[in-house]
């Protein structure tokens, strides 16, 4: 293929979390790091394990004056660095006995095979930052405090954003037929969508979905592709989100029920108690969307999370970004409400190139004549930006995809596609895991923060 727009994955996060060891902390050259990436996830895999079976099963770890007891959720592979110089950096998602989810920051030292923590720090529970970090024109970081970080700093680009996003499965070991969907990202009033590049180890071809005008890519795959990789590399252009007219079609989508989001007794008595006394479609979805913050906390672990299952949300009141919204939308249709569903990435907003951790979705529900944008997990974990993710989407976005329980030909064996950010693979007819990886690289904006 061509050459690659982004740098390694170590030179990526190397300016960036240098600075959780020291303010002052010089970036170190490429030729200075030494240790893998699989090499620094053994090593704080291995840390953990050992100190959980020294302390009776649990990670121990102090904050904030008090012992947590912790397990291992997953380490975040897209944010391991070597710093150089004899230190690692590496992120890590523990869940806490007394329920919050911790992301923890751990720092390293030594050599590769011969590595010891150094440091821990507590920098988000339940997706909640306790600070926010600001590269200086030195080119050092600094911490700020979340009551005085910038919507910038807290993952909101305003304006306008661009940017090339590379999109990137990796296939495993086949053995026999399979396909896999890839979706297509396209442009519309918010988003100029131009593919640069698709390199593929076998012939594609795009697909259309017809309810909701998806794009979808297609391949059929066999042993011959084991270990391959298909990349496609987009350049856009997106505008900050606010609320928009549409045509009445879209709007009847916005009401029927969907396969994990369905019409259940239990979001109608619930979406009326809390609307009560309120007399307009928009104050109602105001309170359902504080409704929702108010109940879910944001936490990625267990079994259920992440299917988007409203019942599962309702019930277990936790989950990811897929959870929050379905039960919003489920709540918002039990009262009359037309609401819908999108998928895609969030790029971030505090520097302008490398990974991007995984999928992130939001919703429009209809109200006085418009689609309102609203992004519930995330006014979660940000509590100063609530109102303004109630009818905004920042631009420093890219949906994928949009609707849900997807119906497509030729499509999967397993039925309508749930939701469609990640390729879905199928191989002898069963879904298989083909790992999806996001990459972005900026291009200069002049959009203030």
């Not at 600094?142 to 954003?161: M, N, T, Y």
């Not at 079609?249 to 008595?269: K, M, S």
Request: glycine fraction near 8%.
């Amino acid at each position: 293929m061509g050459t690659r727009a982004v740098v390694s994955r170590g030179e990526r996060y190397r300016a960036v979390v240098s600075s959780l060891l020291t303010l002052a902390f010089v970036t170190t050259s490429a030729a200075e790091a030494n240790v893998g990436i699989e090499e620094i996830a053994r090593a704080i895999e291995a840390h953990i394990t050992e100190k959980s079976a020294a302390d009776g099963g649990v990670y121990r770890l102090t904050h904030d004056g008090r012992s947590l007891e912790l397990e291992l959720v997953r380490v975040h592979m897209e944010y391991l660095a070597d710093l150089g110089g004899g230190v690692q950096f590496a992120c890590v998602d523990l869940v806490g006995r007394d329920g919050p989810v911790y992301d923890v920051d751990f720092f390293l030292r030594g050599e590769a095979g011969n590595m010891v923590v150094t440091e821990t720090t507590v920098h988000k529970v339940n997706g909640q930052p306790l600070y926010a970090w600001e590269q200086t024109e030195a080119g050092s970081w600094k911490r700020v405090a979340v009551s005085d970080a910038s919507p910038r700093l807290l993952g909101v680009l305003q304006g306008r954003d661009e940017f090339e996003f590379t999109y990137r499965v990796h296939l495993p070991e086949i053995r026999g037929e399979g396909n896999v969907w890839i979706p297509l990202a396209r442009s519309d009033a918010f988003q100029s969508v131009e593919v640069e590049e698709i390199v593929s180890p076998t012939h594609v071809r795009t697909l259309v979905e017809s309810t909701h005008g998806n794009r979808v890519l297609f391949a059929t795959v066999g042993p011959s592709e084991s270990g391959q990789t298909i990349v496609i590399r987009y350049r856009v252009r997106r505008d900050e989100q606010s609320p928009y007219p549409v045509e009445e079609t879209a709007r009847e989508i916005g009401l029927a029920p969907e396969r994990l989001v369905p019409d259940a007794d239990v979001f109608r008595e619930i979406a009326i108690e809390v609307t009560r006394g309120k007399t307009t479609d928009l104050m109602r979805a105001r309170a359902l969307y504080d409704h929702v913050i108010d109940q879910v906390r944001y936490a990625r672990f267990g079994p259920g999370w992440g299917r988007g299952d409203a019942l599962y949300a309702c019930d277990a009141k936790s989950g990811n970004c897929t959870d929050f919204h379905s039960y919003f939308i489920a709540l918002s249709r039990a009262v009359g409400i037309p609401a819908r569903f999108a998928i895609g990435a969030a790029i971030p907003s505090e520097r302008n190139e490398g990974g991007i951790d995984g999928y992130h979705c939001w919703a429009e529900f209809f109200a006085e004549g418009r689609w309102w944008p609203v992004d519930i997990s995330e006014a979660d974990k940000n509590s100063s930006l609530a109102s303004y993710y109630f009818g905004h989407q920042p631009a420093n976005r890219l949906e994928l995809s949009r609707g849900r329980d997807l119906v497509l030909d030729p499509g999967p064996t397993s039925g309508p596609i749930n939701f469609l950010a990640y390729a879905l693979l199928e191989v002898n007819g069963e879904v298989m895991r083909a790992r999806t990886e996001f990459t972005f690289r900026r291009f200069e904006r002049d959009a203030a923060d």
